[in-house]
T-cell receptor, first 114, second 110 residues
Framework: DAGVIQSPRHEVTEMGQEVTLRCKPISGHDYLFWYRQTMMRGLELLIYFNNNVPIDDSGMPEDRFSAKMPNASFSTLKIQPSEPRDSAVYFCASRPRWGLGEQYFGPGTRLTVT | KQEVTQIPAALSVPEGENLVLNCSFTDSAIYNLQWFRQDPGKGLTSLLL?????REQTSGRLNASLDKSSGRSTLYIAASQPGDSATYLC?????????FGTGTSLTVIP
């Protein structure tokens, strides 16, 4: 398997624009996670899905953030409108099942909002 | 809420030394604990996963231990090499949430 795939790897956008980050989890993994990493706050869990269903979105910072998983092989994280404080590295990770098995991380998307 | 702390925040050692990284957590009700490595500008690479019923896991020069009752885990790296230079993070799985430590930045000097 190619591992967790994320696109784009880098995104630079202006404040107020819509940003869409994409993730393809490892085939057969039931769980998908979206994280955000900043120097100030470290790695934070934003939302996770189980079998395409959002389970816990308590980490989503505000209504400007939304995430979807229309099928087992694709998920998006959308920010609309984007703000400079959203600048961070966003990681997607997947896991075969809860309680067993490791999380596997994608390479991340580095988002810069100017 | 679970809090995960890693000490030290940064560590610099000469090549060949054995070293220990520490991870502590406040709530002992965990499913498992995972150690990751992160290289600059890269994603996280899983190193070891310890189930709550286990006390240690080994992979090559790495050995991770877990003491749930005291809320501690250690990552032991034997015979360190410059290629081990990276940030090491631990993550606690509570069953419905993951909590990451802030990491230990390791530099191994040739």
């Amino acid at each position: 398997d190619a591992g967790v795939i994320q696109s784009p790897r880098h995104e630079v956008t202006e404040m107020g624009q819509e940003v869409t980050l994409r993730c393809k989890p490892i085939s057969g993994h039931d769980y998908l996670f979206w994280y955000r990493q900043t120097m100030m706050r470290g790695l934070e869990l934003l939302i996770y899905f189980n079998n395409n269903v959002p389970i816990d979105d308590s980490g989503m910072p505000e209504d400007r953030f939304s995430a979807k998983m229309p099928n087992a092989s694709f998920s998006t994280l959308k920010i609309q409108p984007s703000e400079p404080r959203d600048s961070a590295v966003y990681f997607c990770a997947s896991r075969p099942r809860w309680g067993l098995g490791e999380q596997y991380f994608g390479p991340g998307t580095r988002l810069t909002v100017t | 809420k679970q809090e995960v702390t890693q000490i030290p925040a940064a560590l610099s050692v000469p090549e060949g030394e054995n070293l220990v990284l520490n991870c502590s957590f406040t709530d002992s009700a965990i499913y498992n604990l995972q150690w990751f490595r992160q290289d600059p500008g890269k994603g996280l690479t899983s190193l070891l996963l310890i189930q709550s019923s286990q006390r240690e896991q080994t992979s090559g020069r790495l050995n991770a231990s877990l003491d749930k009752s005291s809320g501690r885990s250690t990552l032991y790296i034997a015979a360190s090499q410059p290629g081990d230079s990276a940030t090491y993070l631990c993550a606690v799985d509570t069953g419905n949430q993951f909590y990451f430590g802030t990491g230990t930045s390791l530099t191994v000097i040739p």
